[in-house]
Nanobody, 121 residues
Framework: QVQLVESGGGLVQAGGSLRLSCAAS????????MRWYRQAPEKQRELVAV???????NYADSVKGRFTISKDNAKNTVSLQMNSLKPEDTAVYYC???????????????WGQGTQVTVSS
């Protein structure tokens, strides 16, 4: 069984910073891709940032230059450093990862439970 657990959300003023973390645990053979999504009230879930197993990253245009995704392969964690936060960044942030549990299994997608980020103006 694989679990993804996020931490680090909270309330911050506009212009401030927060760091989200996500730890993958359980039976893990390999992690191919790790992502952060977010979903604001009454809006669709959107992809915020991606990091591959080789370390390549990509970001939504709305967060480029402000957010940084990183990972620790040894600890099976992914982080999202969020700087210069804006009220429109307010959302529930979800960790997502493509994980294979053994060498014989293809990877499948796992989700965390989400963590709330609220940016006040």
């Amino acid at each position: 069984q694989v679990q993804l657990v996020e931490s680090g959300g909270g309330l911050v003023q506009a212009g401030g910073s927060l760091r989200l973390s996500c730890a993958a645990s359980g039976t893990i053979f390999s992690i191919d891709v790790m992502r952060w999504y977010r979903q604001a009230p009454e809006k669709q879930r959107e992809l915020v940032a991606v990091i591959t197993n080789s370390g390549s990253t990509n970001y939504a245009d709305s967060v480029k230059g402000r957010f940084t995704i990183s990972k620790d392969n040894a600890k099976n964690t992914v982080s999202l450093q969020m700087n210069s936060l804006k009220p429109e960044d307010t959302a529930v942030y979800y960790c997502n990862a493509d994980i294979a549990i053994t060498i014989w299994h293809t990877s499948r997608s796992y989700w965390g439970q989400g963590t709330q980020v609220t940016v006040s103006s």
